[in-house]
């Protein structure tokens, strides 16, 4: 989130969009129902009529994936209508900026498209620059090759009745939520926007987020109290693990993983360090070699020198893009030996979970580490091919700790992150993750040690100096490495303005910096008490990154004097007259404290402002375009580019162009899954709860009253979903929750399917993601759960 | 604990999570229970309330005459009724429902025969006889937490003030201002069953839930016994109210286990 669970009470509009809170988030309602006890208009869009969409003032119904199309339609709105801010669109946007005249857009491609590779080149997407460097602009937006005319010109396709008919739904339905959205234009207005999977798990999901950051640039949403792009999180500490470098391409700290180029820390700093001439850009990543070598003293410790480029070359490189669905295919090959599942359950969770399993039966050995038996940990009793007694793997099941057993932090989605003591001790032989990471590093260190190995120096010479607590390794002592600690003062830093790119501080995370300094550990401080400005930000409860800033982006509240553009609600404002005359910022933590006009708001860009147009960032395109998904009963409207050119794609899809109807025939329905309140995730911690179970008894599918009339299916019914990938059965709720969209003038029928059942525990049920395809985002490689072709038939047993 | 202490229900800010369903279950250590389908309407499970469910989210969908869906949510539970037709006709002596000078009304399991006239006369059907300990149970208001100083359950875990908790005068203040944001909004509890402590905001009217105009008893089989409006917690002193409050639950375990021990004597 930019901003935070608090300030959504702030919002004058909350616009639900691939999300459904009040399912997923219950406890995200406590701050929406505020809102609207304020006067707030709540906004749904979804495929479904959903429990969020049943709390809100405006629904709209849309096909699942084409996100893209509903909202550069609001754009056009928004522009057409002139519902942007428009002074703050000139000072913090790249609005004026020019662009380069190579740059063009045809036919749903962008220019540097490389067929044969599915790669983008991006060279085109530039700035023109004059001779020092410097971007060239147009302050009155009127140059036909400024960003702003360049984003008009692109979104003049997406007009009302063109959205509503790639859409499915009714064009004064698009309307209404465009009008009262874009009416967040206003200065004295705020509209958030909250997403979740709905948006990201699709081929276009990063585009699909970015499709909203354009829309809350130009109406002026970003940085200000009840703003902002605000990703609900769907676990609770799963910002705090990406923060730490969970996923493939990032280290702690969204600092970038090595690629075999990378032959020296000045090589990948030259790649991974942004330069900018421009004097009023802070361009904040130009730090970036404090953090990665204050990184590498804690990783490795004394063994990290300045004449050993601090051990760079002991991280491990990656030579692709190893996301889930990348492991489970070199799995698949053979190249992947071994595995450990840490909470994570990819025999219910995963994309094609009969391609997993099968992938999953050539490991050698698989460790389980959950509070439950899962089906990951017992794969081998229904493998999608074969029989249990031909499965070679040895699995161990390690029984962990759950939350409330083991002390520590969780950050939340707002970013805050908030230390958690243990209040009971572990059942039976549980043990928590930290005690297993620390035995299996002590374990494996030894036995380089002892037998020796390839490339022993990262292990042996790792630095590991936890000792201590109750279970042997001090959570506490992490912590404070996280934060970090000045060598020469041996002090912990109060930020990570204190970190250096000489070896002599040492820190664990750099967006963490100040998190646990010499006055303690912030995270535990539970300080009720709002700040002056009133907009909830409570700067003394738990503490927040980076260093306690509630809101990010929050010098974009201001105009260019540091006024705020909506007193009532203001987050930073300038106060020329305080510190001695020389001026300062007062309210919130600011994005950098100078003065005003001396540095622009976005200062984690390179240009220093939001980006309209993206010039680098995105490999799928500098602005959002509409493709459709991967399956789709639709011919692309826009262009004829059918799908995302660049899309991750790990199994080739069934429908192509030349089956394209004949695929439509055998699978006519469109099929999305999604999540239950009543359940979580793969359903290990849920459906082993009698009391959850009583709520949601069973798999199910739910489907239009029509479809069910038509297949003679009623409610309570056992059907089969059929894909390419498989099939299952579930038993069908008929609800007028899911209706079929018109397009074309026919009705194309919808079904939904929670994906939280599996075949053990005390209530099971059948995977949705047996019916999942491996493929995805194209910039995430995160998988297209939410939108793919089905058949649905009587039968089964369900 | 409050004077008139009262729950108040309002459907509009209900996001149907059902967290007070489960949320009652667990305080009250009450069995999950299922059929292996939705047995009610819409996602509603289990169908109605029972011994083991004393709060139930019930949920039905309905599109109105304007084309709105509306998906629409209730609680069905004990309202706590000030001529509560189990208090009034329960023929146990002496009585095991009652009603105490707060307004919260109780089936003592001590003294609870087992006879279901309750069960049958309920105009709400909330009692229900929980087979295996011969008695009826039903929502206690969690007088337990509420001797403690602490909220119902059910409303402790509402995320949204759809459950809320307070003096009758409050609740009754606030529910009447939120009926009126509906054109035909009603507060149900005000002078039904004489004043109920559990008051529901009632969007689309009274008849849209099945509330009853009047509740009446419902039952004839034991509907005909002489009504004694003497409430049996009406006499005791404060003090004796207390240590009663904080142990119906207490009392309610020993019954069980009492029952327990007299199925495993069988032979």
Known sequence: ?798 | MLKNPTILYDPMLCTGCRGCQVACKQWNDLQGESSGWFEGPSYTSPKWISANTWLLLQMHEERFLDGKLVWAFTQRRCHHCQDAACVNLCPAEPKAAARDEHGIVTIDPELCIGCGTCVENCPFEAPKLAEEYEIARKCTMCIDRQRAGLRPACVTTCPTGATLFGERDEMVRIGKERAKRNKRGVLYGLSEAGGSSVLYVLPYGREYEGFPADPKPRGDVMGALPRKDAPVLGSLSAPGAVALGSVVLGLQKLAERKTEVRREEKP
């Open chain 1, 1 to 798: 989130m930019t901003n935070h669970w608090n300030d959504i009470a702030n919002a004058d509009v909350i616009m639900i969009a691939g999300s459904n809170p009040a399912s997923n988030h219950p406890m995200a309602f406590k701050h929406i129902m505020e809102a609207k006890r304020r006067g707030a208009t709540i906004i749904t869009i979804d495929p479904r009529f959903t429990r969020s969409a049943n709390r809100s003032d405006l629904y709209c119904k849309l096909r699942p994936g084409t996100d893209i199309a509903f909202v550069n339609g609001m754009i056009r709105y928004a522009i057409e209508n002139r519902k942007y801010h428009q002074d703050y669109v000139k000072w913090a946007t790249n609005a004026s900026f020019l662009l380069s005249p190579d740059f063009a857009v045809a036919d749903g491609l962008f220019s540097g498209f490389d067929a044969e590779q599915r790669v983008y080149d991006p060279a085109s997407w530039a700035y023109q620059k004059d001779a020092e460097g410097r971007i060239k602009s147009d302050p009155t937006l009127r140059d036909p090759s400024c960003a702003f005319q360049v984003l008009k010109t692109h979104v003049a396709r997406y007009t009302p009745e063109a959205v509503a008919r790639v859409c499915g739904c009714a064009r004064k339905d698009f309307l209404a939520v465009a009008e009262a959205f874009c009416a967040t234009g206003r200065p004295d207005k705020a509209g958030t926007m909250l997403y979740a999977m709905g948006l990201t798990q699709h081929t276009v999901g990063s585009q699909n987020v970015r499709v909203w950051a354009i829309l809350q640039t130009l109406l002026g949403n970003m940085g200000i109290a009840g703003g902002g792009i605000n990703a609900m999180r769907g676990e609770s500490n799963v910002q705090g693990s990406t923060d730490f470098g969970l996923l493939y391409h990032i280290l702690p700290g969204y600092l970038q993983t090595p690629v075999p180029t990378d032959q020296s820390l000045a090589a990948y700093l030259q790649r991974c360090t942004p330069a900018s001439q421009d004097p009023t850009s802070a361009n904040w990543w130009q730090n970036y070699p404090k953090y990665i070598v204050s990184y590498l003293k804690a990783m490795y410790g004394a063994a990290a020198t300045t004449q050993n480029d601090f051990c760079f070359n002991w991280l491990p490189k990656r030579d692709g893009k190893q996301s889930h669905m990348a492991i489970f295919e070199d799995m698949d090959r053979g190249k992947i030996k071994g595995a450990f599942f840490f909470g994570q359950n990819p025999a219910v969770g995963g994309p094609d979970t009969n391609r997993e399993t099968r992938a999953l039966a050539n490991l050698d050995w698989l460790v389980a580490v959950d509070l439950w038996q899962t089906e990951t940990a017992n794969f081998w009793l229904h493998p999608s091919e074969g029989r249990p007694a031909d499965i070679k793997t040895e699995v161990f099941l390690l029984p962990a700790s759950a939350s409330f057993e083991k002390e520590g932090s969780i950050s939340n989605s707002g970013r805050w992150a908030q230390w958690r003591y243990k209040a009971v001790d572990p059942l039976g032989m549980a043990k928590s993750d930290l005690w297993i990471v620390d035995q299996l590093v002590r374990e494996i260190r030894r036995l380089y040690r002892s037998e020796g190995g390839e490339f022993p120096d990262p292990i042996v010479k790792l630095s590991w100096d936890y000792a201590g607590g109750e279970e042997g390794i001090d959570v506490h002592k992490v912590a404070r490495e996280i934060n970090g600690l000045d060598k020469t003062t041996g002090h912990q830093v109060a930020s990570f303005a204190a970190l250096k790119d000489d070896g002599t501080t040492v820190c664990g995370n750099w967006l963490y910096a100040g998190s646990y300094t010499d006055d303690g550990n912030m995270m535990a401080r539970r300080d009720a008490t709002d700040a002056a400005n009133g907009i909830g930000l409570f700067p003394g409860w738990a503490w927040c990154w980076p260093v306690n800033r509630r809101i990010l982006y929050n010098r974009a509240s201001c105009n260019p004097d540091g006024v705020p553009w909506n007193p009532r609600k203001w987050v930073v404002k300038w106060d020329p007259t305080a510190n001695a005359g020389k001026g300062a910022w007062l309210g919130d933590v600011p994005d950098g404290g100078w003065p005003p006009r001396d540095r622009r708001p976005f200062i984690m860009r390179p240009e220093g402002v939001a980006c309209l147009f993206a010039t680098s960032g995105m490999v799928d395109g500098p602005l959002p375009e509409h493709y459709e998904p991967m399956e789709s009963v639709m011919r692309n409207r826009f262009s004829r580019t059918q799908t995302n050119p660049v899309a991750a794609i790990f199994q080739t899809p069934e429908q192509n162009d030349r089956n394209f109807e004949e695929f439509v025939r055998e699978y006519p329905i469109i099929a999305t899954t999604h999540r239950l309140s009543e359940h979580w995730q793969a359903g290990q911690m849920t459906r082993n709860i009698s009391l959850l179970n009583e709520l949601m008894p069973a798999m199910f599918v739910k489907m239009s009253l029509e479809l069910a009339d038509r297949l003679g299916i009623k409610n309570g019914q056992s059907v089969v979903v059929t894909t390419p990938r498989g099939e299952i059965e579930a038993r069908a709720h008929v609800t007028l929750r899911i209706q079929p969209f018109e397009i074309d003038g026919q009705p194309v029928e919808c079904i939904a399917l929670p994906w939280h059942f599996g075949f053990i525990g005390e209530s099971t049920g059948a995977p949705a993601n047996r019916l999942t395809g491996h493929w995805g985002d194209a910039n995430t490689q995160i998988p297209e759960y939410k939108v793919f072709l089905c058949n649905v038939k009587k039968g089964g047993t369900a």
